[in-house]
């Protein structure tokens, strides 16, 4: 399989360009919150679109009754799609599908229409409510707009939900049930019940002053992740159609690797065995040793226990090979996107092998010790990459592997 368009909405910017290019810069995205009144919340800052401007995707009425996490896929969809220089039509559209993940889905759309429940009564429910706030609604929304008629599916595996969406259409390709699928994750969910929950758990960064360096993965004065919210969507084909229509190729997909700990609800195990074997799985896929690795996209979410369990399982992975890796968590900059985590470091990975340049790992002021590889910090690295690795890894223990190779003719 492989990538041959991406499209983006993050906090860096209202495209893949702009994100790609403030990413390498090394500037943050992340801001004080102004979705909701965070007078009474320890978190009051994450990572907003900013400026974005839906019209440019959907009509009037469909902005109104849609949660954002649906326009967010569709505004990547659609730069995916023009991206790889694409039409569907009668001649492709039952043999193209679709699979977009999301952590939550629509919770502005539930947590408004259950204020307007309480204070006006059910007769006040938006008839749009329950289409607008269904997880799988972003992929359909997607089919129906580009007539997408094959396999359609939803991965809800909370932060690893872009990359198991990503994964699971290269199997729907590789089987013969496709021959292309857009794919990634979408998620809208800086909302006060995220934020509120998440802070109970002690797991959003508070550092509330300075909004742009919060986000500090493998920084010995990390105090949580930082939330944020847009779509990565990719287009990928089987080879052999990419070759016969010119397509421009980004990158192969070449392995892919899902695991479970079985050990926790929210918190991965010490040294991280499920991560460390979903990476063994996904080179085991690839057919490729891990000497072969340039380059790692970590999860990285800048919270005490995933970085350092996550160092050590690259550790056990790729033993003394992992002193030559590049590791970088670009979540320092777009923050924790949850369920459009994996679809946007994809997109990442794939830029990174196509231009052969590294993203930096930004804040990364005070190493911590025990975090000791080599994490890219602060200034994008200019090197030849031949495979990549994306890592994400979600509640519930939930664990997906994507690996990418450079494409050569």
């Not at 969406?165 to 089987?175: M, V």
């Not at 969910?189 to 934020?195: E, F, K, N």
Request: glycine letters at 10%; aromatic letters at 6%; proline letters at 4%.
């Amino acid at each position: 399989m492989v990538i041959t368009g991406l499209g983006a909405v993050t906090p860096c910017g209202n495209s893949v360009k702009d994100t790609w290019e403030r990413v390498c810069a090394g500037h943050s995205g992340i801001g004080r919150i102004t979705k909701f009144d965070t007078t009474d919340f320890r978190t009051k800052i994450a990572g907003e679109l900013k400026r974005f401007d839906p019209l440019h995707f959907v009509t009037k009425s469909e902005a109104r009754r849609l949660d954002d996490f649906i326009i967010y896929a569709l505004a990547a969809s659609a730069m995916a799609l023009e991206d790889a220089g694409m039409t569907i039509d009668v001649s492709n559209c039952e043999r193209s599908g679709v699979i977009i993940g999301s952590a939550v889905g629509g919770l502005s759309t539930i947590e408004r229409e259950k204020e307007t429940l309480l204070r006006e009564g059910p007769r006040k429910i938006s008839p749009f409510s329950t289409p607008s706030c269904l997880a799988n609604l972003a992929a359909g929304y997607v089919s129906i707009k580009h007539g997408l008629k094959g396999p359609i599916n939803c991965s809800v595996t909370a932060c690893a939900a872009g990359t198991y969406s990503i994964g699971d259409a290269c199997r729907l390709i590789a089987g013969n049930y496709a021959d292309t699928m857009i794919a990634g994750g979408t998620e809208a969910a800086i909302t006060p019940l995220t934020v509120g929950g998440f802070n109970v758990m002690r797991a959003l960064s508070t550092n509330n002053e300075d909004p742009e360096k919060a986000s500090r993965p493998f920084d010995r004065d990390r105090n949580g992740l930082v939330i944020a919210e847009g779509s990565g969507v990719v287009v990928l084909e089987a080879l052999s159609a990419a070759l016969n229509r010119g397509a421009k190729i980004y990158a192969e997909v070449i392995g892919y690797g899902s695991t479970s700990d079985a050990y926790h609800m929210a918190a991965p195990p010490p040294g991280h065995e499920g991560a460390a074997r979903c990476m063994t799985v996904a080179l085991q896929d690839a057919g490729i040793l891990p000497s072969e690795i340039d380059y790692i996209n970590a999860h990285g979410t800048s919270t005490q226990l995933n970085d350092l369990y996550e160092t050590q399982a690259i550790k056990k992975v790729f033993g003394d090979h992992s002193r030559n890796l590049a590791v970088s968590s670009t979540k320092s900059m777009t923050g924790h996107l949850l369920g459009a985590a994996g679809g946007i470091e994809a997109i990442f990975v794939a830029k990174s092998i196509y231009e052969d340049i590294i993203p930096p790992t930004i804040n990364l002021d005070n190493p911590d010790p025990d975090c000791d590889l080599d994490y890219v910090p602060h200034t994008a690295r200019k090197i030849s990459v031949r495979s990549a690795m994306s890592c994400t890894f979600g509640f519930g223990g939930a664990n997906a592997v994507l690996i990418f190779r450079k494409f050569k003719d």
